[in-house]
């Protein structure tokens, strides 16, 4: 029954839907790509790409652009990104030829145990409030990246988004949207009116937003640097405001905060190596899906087909069910990354799927013993940034310090309290990231730079864009711009969705006949306008010695460059 009502919602649905007829290129491209020689930019926000272009300009390189780029999202687009929120990077250095990978992400609180979850009867982390607050990475972060490979001072990288902050700017299409909704949301907790709310309600589109608060934060992380932030007045303000909220997030927390330089995984995808971090990222998820993907033949498929919907839809339900098992803290857990991502083990798990029949559940593998924003610079010396930084679930947990103008994280809602969980909660723990940039080499030169926003749509998104490009032959803007799918396990927080094989989302533009098949497989079909994602990437095109860019046409984005 429940098929057969979902079929009957699509029948109402428009399924093809062509951006326009273009001269070159395929029916849903949007855009050509930009092609630059010097340098390239891609953000969700084209403010943050114009900040980024012009301190490339200014001298400064890839890292110090995409630092100053993250600024200014915090400032353009707080429904995604904020100094709040956590940081990971995957930085390309043109000095010493390869990988380097950055896990900018903070810690619970030391001083609030499991065991006040279950004393007080809680059976998850509370979504919004003070108990899923986790210390702010992304401070920290940047201070990392400009040690290692900056150029510029840290004033001339902030002081963009300081004086946007400022001086006001016209608020976006989509991120009034999201402003509008989560607001709606947040609007009781504290201080949420006064920094997101002038007059009451949040800023409609072309409305010029000020931000004074988060400009004089800004200001004082450009004088005291990270010390002002995780150990000045910044951090003994946050510290104040949390235990008015009866939080638990301390000045000592704060003051014990590091980032870590971690080394990239890759596995090869049809002779291309492509990179991802490790846990306590879900990176190795997207390398997982590969891996079992590349035993089959995709390109022979044809994007949109049936056939390939299948496999890929099959391919995620294997890898969600060792994410959900495995994935964690290294510190805290043994994690079996080499397992997970051997095509051994892709080999095995490849056996379990149906080519004829959609699955309802499988189990975990057996390991032997033993809203988000996303953006990417290039520059003129061949550095290259794939950087991701997020507040988790929109404008995070609610929680606005007085006076900062930003709201903080509410990653430590990932946290698991099942006892024996891998993930679960535990004082001074990383939490279980969805967050993951990404990088593709080619004989162990850099190609593409890239990413995709959005929770658990982020691996799925990957491997798409990866297939997109490699089986199916798409430009880069192709890539992004082409339909795609999200398979969720159940749209209801029941039981159910252990056994019900989950929901398959579909964006327009899939054929009705495809559809139909994949019904007739047993597959549960829902259209949904989104989210799939917001992509950005950079290619380097060493033949003409050019960076390609592309933006996602489903956001308020832009690539460019000079």
């Known amino acids: 029954m429940k098929t057969c009502l979902i079929y009957l919602f699509l029948i109402v649905i428009p399924i093809v839907m062509s951006a326009q007829d273009r001269i070159t290129g395929h029916d849903f491209a949007t855009r050509s790509e930009v092609i630059a020689r010097n340098g390239m930019a891609a953000t969700s926000q084209p403010l943050a790409t114009q900040v980024a272009l012009d301190i490339l300009k200014k001298g400064g390189n890839a890292i110090d652009a995409a630092i100053a780029a993250n600024a200014m999202l915090g400032v353009v687009e707080p429904t995604g990104a904020g100094i709040g929120g956590d940081l990971f990077a995957i930085i390309w250095s043109a000095d010493k030829m390869k990988l380097y990978g950055l896990n900018a992400s903070g810690r619970s609180p030391r001083s609030l145990k499991r065991n006040y979850f279950i004393e007080n009867g809680y059976d998850y982390i509370p979504l ?94 450009v004088i005291g640097g990270r010390n002002e932030f995780y150990r000045g007045t910044i951090a003994r303000d946050i510290e104040v405001f949390m235990k008015k909220m009866g939080g638990f997030l301390s000045y000592d927390d704060m003051s014990r905060h590091h980032s870590e330089w971690v080394e990239p995984l890759s596995t090869t995808y049809r002779g291309y190596e492509v990179w991802e971090l490790p846990p306590n990222g879900q990176g190795i998820a997207a390398l997982q899906m590969l891996n079992i993907l590349e035993g089959f033949d995709i390109s022979s498929m044809g994007f949109g087909s049936a056939e390939y919907i299948h496999v890929f839809t099959e391919t995620k339900k294997l890898t969600f069910e060792d994410r959900a098992k495995y994935y964690a803290d290294p510190v805290f857990s043994k994690v079996p990354v080499s397992q997970l991502i051997s095509k051994r083990y892709a080999a095995e798990r490849r056996k379990l799927i149906n080519l004829n029949k959609a699955s309802k559940i499988y189990d975990p593998g057996k390991i032997e013993a033993g809203n988000t924003v996303y953006l990417t610079v290039a520059d003129k010396y061949g ?61 162990g030169k850099p190609w593409i730079s890239f990413g995709v926003m959005g929770g658990d749509m982020q691996p799925q998104g990957h491997v798409q864009i990866v297939v997109n490009l490699i089986d199916f032959k798409m430009n880069l803007q192709e890539a992004g711009d082409a339909p795609r799918m999200h398979h969720i396990k159940s749209s209801e927080p029941t039981g159910e969705q252990m056994t019900n094989g989950g929901i398959l989302l579909l964006e327009n533009g899939f054929r009705w006949e495809v559809i139909q098949k994949l019904l007739s497989m047993g597959h549960t079909i829902q259209w949904d306008l989104g989210g799939y994602g917001g992509y950005q990437a950079i290619m380097w095109d060493d033949k003409n010695k050019v960076w390609f860019g592309a933006s996602e046409s489903r956001k308020d984005g832009q690539a460019a460059g000079y």
């Open 128 to 221: 919004h409030g003070p108990l899923p607050v986790s210390v702010p990475g992304c401070v920290d972060g940047w201070y990392e990246m400009h040690d290692m490979f900056g150029r510029l001072s840290m004033k001339d990288i902030l002081q963009p988004a300081i004086t946007y902050a400022r001086e006001g700017f016209p608020v976006t299409e989509v991120v009034a949207y999201y402003l509008g909704k989560e607001t709606a949301i947040l609007k009781d907790y504290p201080n949420i009116k006064e920094v997101y709310m002038p007059g009451g309600k949040a800023p409609s589109k072309g409305e010029i937003f000020r931000n004074p608060m988060l400009a004089n934060t800004l200001e004082k992380i």
């Open 383 to 443: 550095n290259i940034v794939s950087l991701i930084q997020s507040n988790y679930r929109g404008m995070g947990s609610g929680m606005c310090p007085t006076g900062l103008g930003f709201v903080l994280q509410d990653r430590g809602e990932s946290f698991s309290l099942e006892g024996g969980h891998s993930n679960v909660y535990a004082p001074g723990k990383r939490p279980f990231h969805t967050v993951m940039p990404a990088f593709i080499t080619r004989n």
